[in-house]
């Protein structure tokens, strides 16, 4: 979810290049489908970007004439085979790496017990979420005085904090300005553009407080939605968005101090957080009562299994990261490790599927449709298109492989790889009449960043430690499905085999690009001002020409004109 903004200048003009109702329709075979148009992620990555999926009505009548696949209108956002098998990843015995354990109490303002009586109590915010992967996971707030209630939903991959700010047919609450004696506009206007989705609005200040959040009310930068397009959709049960990323990525610009950095700033709490959604195996368009964790200013050992590993934050602008590797059924795509992090790979909360660069997303269905045990497999299940169904009596995961991400570990020689099941990306959204249940894909294709959304952060409890510029990754002991979990991790391996750096040097970020813009907008202003003057200034003496002033051959430009 990349923020964007549109000026005019004179005289020049910048060109920015940025990176329902379905009839079915009879298939041979006795399969029957309804054609399916994507519809954009709700959340602005929301990020990278969310999708929120509408309501799906089908006609029960027609579940028992189809058997096997189904194509929806969904409304959710977001290999060539490897050539022989690699050697197998070499286990280096854990030593002083990353993988870590802390002892309770904080050090370079990590935080990992909380006083109960003070200001972080941290089992205070455990189940402070609600939502699913395909809508997103909210926090209830209070905003103004009197306080008003709004669900606000977590985004990883934003920056700005706001809230509808008049009527929309597509929320059931919206923040009222007039109502808040404590509310004061700053008459600033911005606009955030998503990887689908928009809003424009107004830029303020008022006090919130977190029910189940730090004790306390605080003076927040909160900008109010007046217009919004594809960002509030049907069926959403937050009304505004919390951007947790970095200052970089805040409209109109980084001067705006974000939530998170106030809440620092103001609350005197450790500059971290962490997040847990729970929504493994559930429908991903379901009641939206799954529940989560935010935690503010720290880390809660009852949210996570085993060690904490940690990744770098490349670049403080998304929580960018550094992907070495991928593996579909324990095979090595083989691919250059750039090609993963072309142009980023982040981690955004606020994204609802995997999303993998075209060239890895093409080697990663290419391996699992070579791996999985189904013959024959419908293109559109692949695109999104299409719903896959089978018997409510079957249980289609163990049909389909294993996925691994390789990140690299703090200490640069070693990797760690994060794995999900199946339960994770084949993903379960509505059932067919009586005996019919139906499955998405959870993992597409994307333009320009490869983004860890829901699909793989259900998995996980996942620490975003600001302090120590490093995001990290546990086990979630919320992500089982039947009794069995459904994510792994295992470490540290040697990174021998991959280059030792997988990220492009040359990274155009739209900050960059932006100061670029205004440095020619000036320098084009500075030769136009010239010109004017030069045009405006009078002839300090004019010149009669008499016979002596006839231009000879000799010294003539024609003579010596360039050829």
């Not at 970007?49 to 409304?75: I, K, N, Y």
């Not at 809440?263 to 709490?269: E, N, W």
């Not at 050992?301 to 929580?319: A, F, H, M, R």
Request: glycine share 10%; aromatic share 10%.
């Amino acid at each position: 979810m990349k923020p964007g903004r549109g000026e005019a200048a004179p005289f020049f003009f910048l060109l920015l290049l940025l990176l329902p109702l379905a009839a079915p329709v009879w298939q041979p075979g006795g399969l029957c489908s309804w054609e399916a148009t994507p519809a954009p992620r709700a959340a602005a990555g929301m990020g990278t970007p969310l999708a929120a999926p509408g309501l799906l009505l089908l006609f029960a009548g027609t579940a028992g004439l189809c058997r096997a696949f189904f194509s929806f209108p969904l409304r959710v956002s977001h290999p060539a085979a490897p050539g022989g098998s690699p050697p197998a990843p070499v286990v280096l015995r854990p030593g002083s790496g990353s993988r870590q354990q802390d002892p309770l109490g904080g050090a370079d303002g990590l935080a990992l017990a909380s006083d109960p009586g003070g200001t972080l109590n941290f089992l205070a915010m455990v189940e402070n979420l609600q939502g699913d992967s395909g809508r997103g996971y909210y926090l209830e707030m209070l905003i103004g005085t009197p306080p008003q209630a709004l669900n606000i939903l977590v985004d990883t991959g934003s920056s700005n904090f706001a809230v509808a700010g008049v009527p929309d047919p597509d929320v059931t609450s919206y923040f009222n300005t007039e109502l808040s004696s404590t509310y004061k506009s700053q008459g600033i206007d911005v606009t955030v553009k998503y990887s689908q989705g928009s809003w424009t609005g107004v830029l303020g200040t008022d006090v919130i407080t977190i029910p189940k959040g730090i004790d306390g009310s605080y003076t927040i930068n909160i900008a109010t939605i007046l217009e919004s397009e594809n960002f509030f959709l049907p069926g959403v049960k937050w009304h505004g968005i919390l951007g947790l990323a970095y200052d970089a990525l805040a409209k109109p610009s980084s001067s705006v101090e974000t939530f998170f950095d106030s809440l620092v700033r103001q609350a005197k709490i450790p500059n971290i957080f962490s997040l847990q959604m729970c929504g493994a195996g559930l429908p991903v368009s379901g009641s939206g009562t799954n529940g989560g964790s935010l935690v503010l200013g720290g880390i809660e050992p009852s949210l996570y299994q085993g060690d904490i590993w940690y990744t770098p934050v490349k670049e403080e602008w998304y929580y960018q990261v550094e992907i070495l590797k991928l593996e579909v059924g324990g095979q090595n795509l083989e691919l250059d490790c750039r090609e993963y992090n072309a142009d980023k790979a982040i981690v955004d909360s606020g994204t609802t599927l995997l999303r993998l660069p075209q060239k890895v997303f093409s080697a990663v269905v290419q391996a699992i449709a070579h791996t999985s045990l189904i013959q024959e497999f419908s293109s559109g299940f692949w695109t999104g298109s299409q719903l896959a169904c089978w018997d409510k009596t079957e249980r289609p995961w163990s049909l389909f492989p294993k996925l691994s991400i390789y990140l690299r570990d703090e200490n640069s020689s070693r990797s760690f790889r994060i794995s999900i099941l199946p339960q994770l990306y084949i993903q379960p959204i509505l059932g067919i009449g009586e005996n019919l249940q139906c499955y998405r894909f959870g993992i597409s294709s994307s333009t320009n960043a490869l983004v860890i959304g829901a699909t793989v952060m259900e998995g996980f409890y996942v620490i975003f430690d600001r302090a120590q510029r490093r995001v990290g990754f546990a086990v979630s002991p919320c992500a089982e499905v039947d009794g069995s979990p459904v994510s792994e991790i295992e470490g540290p391996f040697t990174t021998a085999d991959v280059a030792s750096n997988c990220v492009s040097s040359v990274s155009f970020h739209e900050p960059v690009l932006w100061i670029a813009s205004y440095a020619l907008m000036s320098l084009c202003g500075i030769i136009l001002l010239v010109l004017i003057i030069l045009l405006l200034i009078p002839p300090r003496c004019q010149h009669r020409y008499t016979d002596n002033d006839v231009v000879n051959d000799e010294s003539s430009l024609v003579r010596h004109r360039w050829k």
